[in-house]
């Protein structure tokens, strides 16, 4: 079966069993990495101490969004 046919009979699905194929391809393709989940951890961790220390520059959310 070609990927073209294959797309055209996911189509025809109801939109759960559609959502339950994406949601199983993307996570064949999202493996988790564990050294990369540390790292944006000790990140996570630097930027919240930054910020409770006051250093870190904050926007509102008009400045964020182009709101004035």
Same mark, same amino acid.
């Given at each position: 079966? !070609? ?13 759960? =069993? ?5 949601? !199983?391809?993307? !996570? ?15 990140? =996570? ?21 182009? !709101?004035?």
């Amino acid at each position: 079966m !070609q990927i073209n046919e294959i797309i055209q009979e996911a189509l025809r699905l109801p939109a759960t =069993a559609r959502f339950q194929i994406v949601d !199983q391809l993307m !996570q064949s393709l999202d493996k988790p990495d564990p050294e990369i989940d540390r790292i944006w951890g000790e990140e =996570a961790v630097r930027r919240l101490a930054s910020f409770d220390a006051g250093l870190s520059k904050t926007y509102s959310p008009e400045e964020v969004f182009g !709101q004035d």
